[in-house]
């Protein structure tokens, strides 16, 4: 029969993950104030602009605003802020 | 999600190679059900019209209508999942059950805990012989690290350092310069899409006392500290962030050689110049490490020959928006010398007033629009002077202070190689013996 050996679990400490609820969402989306948030991928406000031309077209009820954080992959509070304070939802692309 | 919980409906759109990413994001962020959606890779270098039938088409992971799936995300009521989320713990144990050699060796490689080359098993002796390497208690945090900015950092103690240093192979006097990588919290294990990976140089004393190599070979895999420092550096990244996992936890497209190990000592006593880390404020007798995340581009010449200006402008311009580490034998540093370029600084300098593009073919670099233009727009210099040059003049692409050198090698030859590099910082070694 082989050896028995113990060995260590080589991996870090994970903080413990805290569950989070959605935000409450909107029946309808008419009359509704939706942001679409540039994240300022290459690309990305070509297809948001395009996005932006989908919902003139096709929900025209829908006012869209598009926003772009102020630098790529950092959190923005003050765009953040903004966004939760006058929108009534977000559409973030493209990218991570 | 930070939107979501601000009370904002939110949808995010990705990529569909991204969705492993992004749904164990979510999951980590403790909002699973967070409303994602896809369209199919890339976005990338495509026209209007492409990205219009992007948006008109299916989300390639669910063949369900693109728009469709975006806004029932935003209007659909939500369920019980969706209100509490989900919480858990993923504490991880300090021993795992005992098991053969073999076994243990198989649970590694299919855990991902290694770079699937055999490791040293990190039994509890090994483990405690590691440990005796320095004055620091067993339970001291070190640092944290993670993969990418937008995922949560993973905390790590003296001995989970210990641990990979063992299955790296090191020796128990490599471990003071172990511990000041992973004290650096830079990650040689990054999720980039770009196949990052760290570079590690190592000076002062430290080199002599653990054998380093600085001579013939020194880049590797041509000395057991060198090529074992480099190897715990790459595998304590990977189990102390939370994993390196392709399509979870790793999305660097092709892959990088280098992250197998990529650590070097300077040849001080050879270079006419200053060494590294003196550069960075420490003692000459001082030992530290700095450390240098990129490594995307590898480019290399001899010399200086008559022409060396043209060859290094060439070299220079080719490298995008990556900073370059300039390694160079002795040999080469002394015709450096010879030909009145008496400091680092002064080549410093040079490469960058010499490294220099049309500001057409600068901003038409995917990661300096992607990460330098929304500073240029946000007025912050030196891009937003950049920003202002006509597309066919000339824009300087690096600022002195980004750019470093280091004198490496056996003076089998007068090489040099430029290592798309951004410094990092310098850690003390000392402070970990």
Known sequence: ?96 | MLLEEAGVPSVAVHTNVFAGVARATATANGMPRTRQTFVPQPVVDLSRAELRAYIEGSDPTSGRPFMQEVIEALTSPLDAEDLTGLSFDRATPRLLAPDSEGNLQRLFIDNHWTDYLPIVLPTEERVAAMLKATSHPPDEIVGRMRPTSFREFWEYTVEKVAVNAVMAGARPEYFPVILALAASGSTAKSSSTTSMTNMAVVNGPIRHEIGMNFGIGALGPYNHANVAIGRAYALLSQNLQGGSVPGESYMGTLGNGLAYSACFAEHEEKSPWEPLHVQKGYAEGDSAVSVFFGLRYVQEGYGPRETWQEKMRRCLSAGAHFPPLLVMDPIVARHFVERGVTTKQQLIDWCAANARLPAREYWDDQWVQTLLRPLAVAGVEPYASRLKVAPDEVVQMFEPREINIAVVGGEAQGAWKMFGARYERTISVDAWR
């Open chain 1, 1 to 96: 029969m082989a050896e028995l050996l113990t060995a260590h679990d080589p991996r870090g400490y994970p903080p413990k993950v805290v569950g989070k609820r959605l935000a409450q969402r909107r029946e309808s989306l008419d009359g509704k104030l939706l942001y679409l948030v540039d994240c300022l991928f290459d690309n990305s406000e070509n297809f948001m602009r395009e996005l932006e031309d989908w919902f003139a077209k096709n929900l025209p009820s829908v006012t869209t605003r598009l926003i772009q954080p102020r630098q790529s992959w950092v959190d923005d509070a003050d765009m953040r802020a903004r966004v939760a304070c006058e929108g009534d939802g977000a559409i973030l692309g493209v990218g991570l």
